[in-house]
């Protein structure tokens, strides 16, 4: 099969695929309805934890849904205990922690762009932040990013280095009192 036929091809069976998802309401009875809504449900959570408003959203694009549907569903699910918003902010903070030095406000931005609830963030945050400390989080930033650029020796870099870790979501106290602190450090080497 040629290169164009198999594009055109693959091109109509992703056309037919999305037909079948946005079956007219009508033709679905309910019950095979709500069980298509937890399938398709099922299915997002198996391939990525989310937050019960993401999936709700994600849900609600599906032509065929209702948002009765998609309330029943999501009830269920956490009933059985396969959506927790609290369980899913803090598992995602600790990971976040766990594979970069990052701030408090990073995680909590990233956790408001996956919906899920302020006071659950901060709760969260709270816990996550409880085992491992800021301090040793901007330190282990610094010293990744002086192993990489090398150590600030004029004001440019050293502002380099700070809006860095600004961008890390550090605080800004929190990243003036190291960056003093490697300043005095490097003068007394120097």
């Given at each position: 099969m040629s290169g164009a036929r198999r594009m055109r091809s693959n091109d109509a069976n992703c056309r037919a695929a999305e037909a079948r998802d946005e079956e007219p309401k009508r033709s679905l009875k309910p019950e095979k309805a709500r069980e298509r809504v937890m399938a398709t449900a099922l299915k997002m959570l198996a391939a990525r934890a989310c937050s019960e408003q993401q999936l709700r959203e994600r849900l609600l694009q599906k032509a065929w849904t209702t948002p009765a549907l998609v309330d029943e569903c999501l009830a269920r699910l956490k009933e059985l205990g396969y959506i927790n918003d609290e369980q899913f902010a803090r598992s995602?903070?600790?990971?976040?922690?766990?594979?970069?030095?990052?701030?408090?406000?990073?995680?909590?931005?990233?956790?408001?762009?996956?919906?899920?609830?302020?006071?659950t963030i901060s709760n969260a945050l709270d816990e996550v932040f409880e085992e491992v400390s800021e301090e040793a989080l901007?330190?282990?930033?610094?010293?990744?990013?002086?192993?990489?650029?090398?150590?600030?020796?004029?004001?440019?870099?050293?502002?380099?280095?700070?809006?860095?870790?600004?961008?890390?979501?550090?605080?800004?106290?929190?990243?003036?009192?190291?960056?003093?602190?490697?300043r005095a450090e490097i003068e007394e080497e120097g």
């Open positions: 995602y903070a600790a990971s976040r922690l766990s594979l970069r030095a990052v701030g408090r406000s990073r995680v909590a931005r990233e956790l408001k762009t996956k919906k899920v609830a302020r006071e901007i330190e282990r930033a610094i010293a990744k990013r002086i192993r990489t650029h090398g150590q600030p020796t004029d004001r440019a870099s050293a502002k380099r280095l700070f809006d860095h870790l600004a961008r890390l979501g550090f605080g800004y106290d929190l990243i003036i009192r190291k960056l003093r602190a490697l």
